[in-house]
Every structure is written in C-alpha cells, then in structure tokens.
C-alpha cells in the first residue's frame, strides 16, 4: 500500500467558500502531482512540482493554487469555489529516475470528492 | 500530439471469465507504459509497468503486453473475479521533458457479474 494520503475524502461546500485540500507522502518522493478527474473521464494535470518551493502549472487550467514548503507535503487551495470546481481530486508522486530508462512508480492517493453547491 | 486511447470504454464479463483490454498510444518519445486498476471514487492502483524492452510482465492474473513498434499494449485479466470490477486505466510516460509526463487513457469500465 502506498504511503500517500489525502484528505478529507469527501467534503460538500457553499460557493465562494475558501477551501485547502491536503496531500502527504511519506516516501520522501520530490515529485508531487495533482490530477483532475470528472466521471468516466481520464486524469488531467493540474499542478506539478519537483521538490521544495517549486511549483508549476499542468496541462488543465485551474483558479486553485499549490504550495511546497515541505517535501511531504503539497496542498492545494481554492480560494473561492465554485460549482464548476466540483470534481475529484488526486494527488500523486514519484521519485526522480535513477538512470536511463529506469522505471519511476507512481503512487496515487485515495482522493478527495469535491461537491460545490 | 501525445494521446492514450482505450477500447472498449465498458465491458461486462461473467466470473470466471478471461478477458482482454486494449491500448493504442501516440505518446513519442517513449519511457514506459503502465496499467494502473481504480475502484469507484479512489485513487489508481498500479498494476505494471513496462519499458520498450519488455513485452510481457504478469502480476497475479494480469497479464500486460507491450509491442513498442505498433505502439500497442493489452491487459489480459484471467479467471476474473467479482472484485476485479474497476476501471482500468493506460498510462503512458514520455521521455522528453524532466517531468517524465504521464499521458491517461480515459479507462476501460469493466464489470463482473456472478
């Protein structure tokens, strides 16, 4: 079982509501994800980062925002929801590939089931 | 453009019964191809991981193929079992940015009936 959590797995919010998502491993990885996934659809990338103090945007865009002050840790916050932020979030990491062609796991958390009415 | 596409989108087996899932990919530079089992509202679960040079690895009764030249991977799924009822998902990493991109089909919805 991977040492990735996330919480809360379920959370039900007013719109316009400032809310955090929290993300820890305790597999000392320097790569964290977050991903975006509606029913029945793939993944989509929403931030990114390589280790402490860095971030970056993915492939979706998104109003939430990230911060890597630790490298276990790897929140994300919204600061004002919105219906359209309804979704489920998955957090993930890895290690950094030890050689060429070296295979890096991915751990996924369990997510978090986010419903803005 | 990179691009992971699953067939079929939903299958329905009975217990017992083998079956296989399909992957296509466009995702070039290469790294490795991953097949990843996620149960209604959690996160994927890997279940292999292959790089260009392997074209088969089993874990249990999955069985994954990979054949890097037509950029083709199956999952075979043997003597399946009620708690195989998942979405299964391809997963295909490049190597041609730091990140190691991870590029998603959208799943294979399979259901087993008793």
């Known amino acids: 079982e991977a040492d990735i959590y996330q919480t809360p797995r379920y959370l039900v919010i007013g719109t316009g509501k400032k809310i955090t998502l929290e993300c820890s491993q305790t597999?000392?990885?320097?790569?964290m994800y977050w991903y975006q996934q509606d029913p029945g659809m793939e993944l989509h990338l929403i931030h990114y980062?390589?280790?402490?103090?860095?971030?970056e945007k993915g492939d979706l865009s998104s109003e939430s925002t990230v911060s890597r002050i630790r490298t276990e840790h790897f929140p994300l916050t919204l600061e004002s929801a919105r219906p359209s932020h309804t979704s489920q979030y998955l957090c993930?990491?890895?290690?950094?590939?030890?050689?060429?062609?070296?295979?890096?796991?991915?751990?996924f958390g369990q997510g978090t089931r986010l419903t803005v009415v | 453009k990179n691009q992971v596409e699953q067939s079929p989108q939903s299958l329905i087996i009975l217990e017992g019964k083998n079956c296989t899932l399909q992957c296509n990919y466009t995702v070039s530079p290469f790294s490795n191809l991953r097949w990843y089992k996620q149960d209604t509202g959690r996160g994927p679960v890997s279940l292999t991981i292959m790089t260009f040079s392997e074209n088969t690895k089993s874990n249990g009764r999955y069985t994954a193929t990979l054949d890097a030249d037509t950029k083709q991977s199956s999952l075979h799924i043997t003597a399946s079992q009620l708690s195989d009822s998942a979405s299964y998902i391809c997963v295909v990493s490049d190597r041609g940015s730091t990140l190691g991109r991870l590029y998603f089909g959208r799943g294979t919805q399979l259901t087993v009936w008793p």
């Open positions: 993930a990491s890895s290690e950094w590939p030890s050689g060429q062609g070296k295979n890096t796991e991915a751990f």
């Open positions: 597999m000392g990885h320097d790569k």
């Open positions: 980062s390589y280790g402490v103090n860095s971030t």
